[in-house]
């Protein structure tokens, strides 16, 4: 725990020396919802009816900003070495970063709610259960985000190639949330998004775990 | 020098004291299809310190990088006081410090905040009271709160030295501990190499400042291309017989 916590506090130092890059992810999320409407045009029951498949593709776009810098200024600096030179465990690093990671798209999720609500006019009674589906949906963003964003920090073409490996992974997370998140603004008379809800926290566990496992292998020579 | 360098390291449960700080057998690492070190052998006492010598591009660095654990051999095996890496890394990198030739900090943080990441992940206190006196010790005491992207290359060096000195390893591998440092600087590393030898600690440095790497370790070590070409008493290092071995002599092509 000692390590997690020292960990996080480090996570948490960096992301306040650079937080003008989470104002800049918001503004690109939140352009491309505004992006999205104009696609669908003036229908305004459309609008509505997609706009959870919008939200979470515009959180998905914005997270791969978020995740791709999240190594690449510590490997370029060298300073993932000298951490991986003290004697602390990788999967702290790991947890530290995903953990640090979540919290960022979770607050650009909560803070695109109220644009989502705004342009699609999708507003809904069931606010507390929309916000948990994005704090799991995001968790699910998180831990093979952080886990490829390692892989791909060094490439040259890291902006393209962590998209190219993570969408495919993560296809099962942004179906469940996409699909409670939709339930929870156009109506759930079945009570279907409990399911789906159930599913997402799932694979967040299976991913939470399996990413923890091995990240020692991939930042390890 | 400070009382603090000179105080003698934890002794957290460990190997016997009788087995060896540093070993390697028959170490091999390749980088591609180039070996950048071929079977090389090496067994030091504790409490001993060795000078390794070699051309650019020799190996001294990968062997470094090796022993610290950050690199794996390919062939080959390596025990830190008797531990072996593959076994129980956690408990090998608490033992052994590798000042590093490269600059790794995290710039947009202050020297005072990359020491204090240092020591949360070290279990030391991270109280500014605690590491200003470490930063007093490489004379960035002033520049504590300034973000390391402003400081100089040596005022980086300056830093690693002080990160590495605070987990008070008992194995301590010193990569170009010279590199970009002015003279008071090379003073500093002198008084630092023997603080660390006075408190017990193994000492390995690379460094093409031959006599002064002579002058203050026991041994000397030429790597060329990989491979051990010449071992011996460091003072014979800088007499000829070392650096001829390896063609290091001026004039050499």
């Known amino acids: 725990m000692r390590e997690l916590s020292a960990a996080l506090r480090k996570e948490a130092l960096l992301q306040w020396r650079t937080r003008a890059q989470l104002a800049a992810v918001f503004v690109f999320g939140a352009s491309a919802l505004l992006l999205f409407s104009f696609a669908i045009g003036p229908d305004s029951a459309a609008l509505r009816q997609h706009s959870a498949g919008f939200l979470w593709l515009g959180l998905l776009l914005a997270s791969t900003l978020t995740l791709a810098e999240s190594f690449h200024s510590e490997m370029e600096q060298r300073a993932l070495e000298a951490q991986l030179l003290l004697p602390v465990r990788p999967a702290a690093l790991f947890y530290g970063k995903a953990i640090s990671n979540w919290a960022q798209l979770s607050l650009l999720g909560f803070a695109l709610v109220p644009v989502m609500v705004v342009l699609y006019d999708a507003g809904t009674d069931r606010l507390g259960a929309l916000l948990g589906v994005i704090l799991l949906g995001t968790a699910g963003l998180s831990a093979p985000g952080t886990l490829y964003a390692a892989m791909t920090s060094q490439a040259r073409a890291r902006q393209t190639l962590l998209p190219l490996l993570l969408f495919p992974l993560v296809v099962p997370v942004l179906l469940a949330a996409t699909r409670a998140s939709s339930l929870l603004i156009t109506g759930d008379p079945m009570d279907q998004a409990r399911s789906w809800i159930a599913l997402l926290a799932c694979f967040d566990a299976i991913y939470w775990s399996l990413c923890g496992l091995l990240f020692g292998r991939v930042v390890e020579d | ?253």
């Open chain 2, 1 to 253: 020098m400070s009382p603090e360098i000179l105080s003698p390291p934890p002794t957290p449960p460990g190997p016997a004291s009788g087995t060896p700080a540093v070993e390697a057998e028959g170490v091999c690492r390749r980088y591609g299809r180039r070996w950048a070190l071929v079977n090389v052998d090496l067994s030091l006492p504790r409490g001993s310190s060795l000078v390794v010598a070699g051309r650019n591009g020799s190996g001294k660095s990968t062997l470094f990088r090796v022993l610290s654990t950050l690199v794996r051999p390919d062939r080959g095996t390596t025990r830190i006081l008797g531990l072996d890496p593959r076994a129980d890394l956690h408990s090998v990198r608490r033992r052994v410090a590798l000042l590093s030739h490269h600059s790794n900090h995290h710039e947009a943080l202050s020297a005072l905040e990359n020491l204090e990441v240092a020591a949360r992940f070290l279990g030391r206190p991270p109280h500014r009271a605690a590491l200003v006196p470490k930063l007093a010790e490489v004379g960035l005491a002033e520049r504590a709160d300034d973000p390391v992207t402003t400081f100089s290359a040596g005022m980086r060096k300056r830093l690693t030295l002080a990160r590495t000195l605070l987990q008070e390893a008992e194995v301590v591998l010193l990569d170009e501990p010279y590199g970009q440092l002015d003279p008071p600087g090379f003073r500093l590393v002198d008084d630092v190499v023997a603080a660390l030898r006075s408190r017990g600690a193994t000492v390995l440095m690379a460094t093409h400042q031959l006599e002064r790497g002579a002058a203050l370790c026991e041994r000397g070590l030429v790597l060329e291309a990989g491979r051990v070409a010449w071992t011996g008493p460091a003072r014979d290092l800088v007499r000829g017989s070392g650096l001829d071995s390896a063609g290091l002599a001026e004039g050499g092509a």
